[in-house]
């Protein structure tokens, strides 16, 4: 029996691995930082034989909250990724399992790969109307990539989403994945009707360091990019300072920056309430996007979710926060579950990277109900 994770988000520490019935595991801490709850990797044994696979020490993970109900997820072609029966008891996660074949993948969401992601920017730049910029350098020395979808005219609107600042929230990119597909489907009346309106910039992954390195929350040097918005530097977060740069280039008229949540078993949106310069017509905006998300797909809802900010309480570290008070526009944070949609539950599955695809062709028709109102 061997258990590994040397490959690209891999995340496991090996206590011991001799019986099936008792292998024990921890999740290694992101580089140079505290946050630990991303996990990825793959079991050699024999099938048909019952493995009991333990992984410990979970009541210092980032969010232990995030356990409870929790399924991991399993893959045997890295392609389907299925839930399993798993139990949490305060801090370890027990993982009952009878594999069919000889290799199986575990992960804590099913996860997209730095390969899918270089994918992802290739089929952008065959569209007519996309292209790829690389606006700058991570600290691992890869690219952090803009995907801009249309081209800028007098009149347009500035759209720009940036998803998986905190790498081991895959869904991020998932849902950028499906919203990218539509957007460039020259067949799609929506996607046709929001490029007449508007100019995308699209960041795919925020994180791609920290993906590879199969970390949850931090980049290379254990930054949590998502409280690097007030203040960005290239030493620490430049990640952020190339966005936040081509922003200014740009403009902004509409943000919107995807995440994953660990503990609610929803997907829903905070907004900008505790902004200094919010007011009535951002209040507005808002209401008119979550009544149009509400009104597209029933995997959204408005009633659970963050506490609302005090006025003028707002963290401005904090992107959706930062972003929307820099450029006075629309700004939310948009969260999946790590776990499933307790709405609309799949005890199989849970959440998937196909409802995350579905749900970013719904946030286009949301989209396209408020570009006419965006300043
Ligand atoms: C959250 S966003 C922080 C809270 N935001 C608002 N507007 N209440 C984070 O960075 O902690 C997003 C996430 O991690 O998924
Ligand atoms: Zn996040």
Redesign the pocket.
């Known amino acids: 029996m061997k258990i590994s994770s040397n490959f690209d988000s891999g995340n496991i520490q090996v206590i011991h691995a001799q019986d099936p019935q008792d292998i024990s595991l921890r999740i290694n801490k992101d580089n140079q930082s505290d946050f630990y709850q991303w996990f990825h990797f793959r079991l050699d044994s024999t099938p048909f034989v019952e493995h009991r696979i333990t992984i410990g020490d979970l009541k210092g993970s980032a969010y232990p909250n995030g356990w409870n109900n929790y399924q991991a997820v399993v893959s045997y072609d890295r392609d389907e990724w299925f839930r399993v029966d798993s139990e949490f008891d305060g801090d370890n996660l027990t993982i009952h399992f009878t594999p069919e074949y000889a290799q199986t993948y575990f992960a804590y969401f099913a996860p997209y790969s730095y390969e899918r992601h270089l994918d992802l920017l290739a089929r952008a730049q065959m569209s007519f109307d996309a292209s790829v910029v690389n606006l700058g350098n991570t600290l691992d020395g890869r690219d952090l990539s803009l995907i801009q979808v249309g081209q800028q005219e007098e009149g347009k609107k500035q759209v720009w989403i940036t998803a998986r ?2 790498p081991g ?1 895959t869904m991020a990119e998932w849902l950028v994945e499906g919203l990218l597909e539509r957007l460039l489907d020259e067949d799609d009346g929506v996607a046709r009707a929001l490029l007449d309106k508007a100019v995308f910039y699209i960041v795919p992954n925020m994180n791609p360091d920290g993906s590879v390195r199969g970390h949850l ?1 931090t980049n290379a040097a254990g930054i ?1 990019l ?2 690097e918005w007030a203040s960005p530097s290239i030493e620490k977060s430049p990640e952020v300072f190339y966005v936040l740069d081509k922003m200014q280039e740009t403009g902004v008229d509409m943000y919107l ?1 995807v ?4 503990d609610l078993p929803y997907n829903f949106v ?3 309430e ?1 902004n200094p310069g919010y007011n009535d017509r951002l209040q507005a905006l808002e209401e008119a996007f979550k009544s149009a998300l509400l009104t597209v797909t029933p995997e959204f809802q408005d009633e659970h ?5 005090e006025p003028g309480k ?2 401005l570290t ?4 930062a972003v929307g008070e820099r450029f006075d526009c629309l700004a939310f ?1 948009l ?1 999946m579950p790590f776990k499933d949609n307790n709405d609309l539950p799949d005890p199989a599955y849970g959440w998937s990277p196909q409802r995350c695809r579905q749900l970013g062709e719904d946030v286009l028709v949301a989209l396209l109900s408020v570009a006419d109102r965006l300043r």
């Open positions: 600042q905190h929230e929350r949590n998502n409280r920056d995440h994953g949540d660990e905070a907004g900008n505790g979710g963050y506490p609302k900010d707002a963290n904090v992107a959706s926060n944070t969260e």
